[in-house]
């Protein structure tokens, strides 16, 4: 309300504008690889909202988790869930082969996270691999540019998380204190220990953006 208590109106949408849409969270498409992704499903599934004359998908925050598995307990406001980049496109994109993706089988109607974790994992570090030592280098310029625009929060999520895996997923309080106190020589020490763990942080969110895949396939072309 306003001031004088009046209600207040969105500049988006006018007096009268009246929609609906359905609430559904990315990881509950379905999917071969044990969780729903932002993939062909996801496309899929905003193809048959449109079809059913819904405007709105409401999908909860995308955002990668740190304690438990909850959607609003991330780890970053910025920063994509590794989990929800789909190996279709990876596949798609000539970073991993269909056979590296065909090891698993997963529960139909839950998402058992034990499994599901190190698949996804595994699966992103081979695609890593793959580009690191030189597939689609035509997309090398693209992720370099990503992580200057990127930088403002991009450099310092992957060095943490690269603590969080260096430390086995500690809070990073229990971290040695010259890391917790953010003290320039040691936060260089780890930049260079684990560059590569750092750059794979940043590919991870590359891969989440829509610079990943082209403007193409994006879902935000399609909402």
């Known amino acids: ?3 004088k ?6 500049p988006l949408f006018a007096p009268a504008y009246r929609a609906s849409g359905l609430l559904l969270h990315v990881t509950s498409l379905p999917s071969p690889y044990g969780i729903g992704d932002v993939g062909p499903a996801a496309l899929s599934w905003i193809d048959r909202l449109a079809q059913a004359g819904q405007s709105w998908w409401q999908m909860l925050p995308l955002g990668p988790t740190g304690y438990g598995n909850s959607p609003y307990q991330s780890l970053s406001s ?6 929800l980049i789909s190996p279709d496109w990876l596949i798609e994109d000539e970073l991993l082969r269909a056979s590296d993706c065909q090891a698993r089988t997963f529960p139909q109607y839950k998402i058992d996270y034990s499994a599901v974790i190190p698949f996804k994992h595994g699966l992103f570090e081979r695609a890593w691999a793959n580009f690191r030592a030189g597939a689609r280098a035509d997309l090398r310029p693209a992720y370099e540019q990503f992580r200057v625009d990127q930088a403002h929060w991009l450099e310092d999520y992957a060095l943490f998380r690269a603590l969080k895996i260096r430390f086995g997923g500690a809070y990073y309080l229990e971290w040695p204190a010259e890391l917790v106190q953010r003290q320039a020589a ?4 780890v ?3 684990q560059t590569d763990q750092i750059d794979e942080v940043c590919f991870a969110q590359f891969c989440c953006s829509a610079k990943a895949n082209g403007s193409k396939r994006t879902l935000t072309e399609k909402v």
Do not use: I, T, V
């Open 1 to 3: 309300m306003s001031e």
């Open 78 to 83: 910025f920063a994509g869930n590794g989990l």
């Open 191 to 193: 930049r260079s220990e």
């Open 5 to 10: 208590g009046q209600p207040l109106s969105s």
């Open 186 to 189: 040691a936060l260089d020490q």
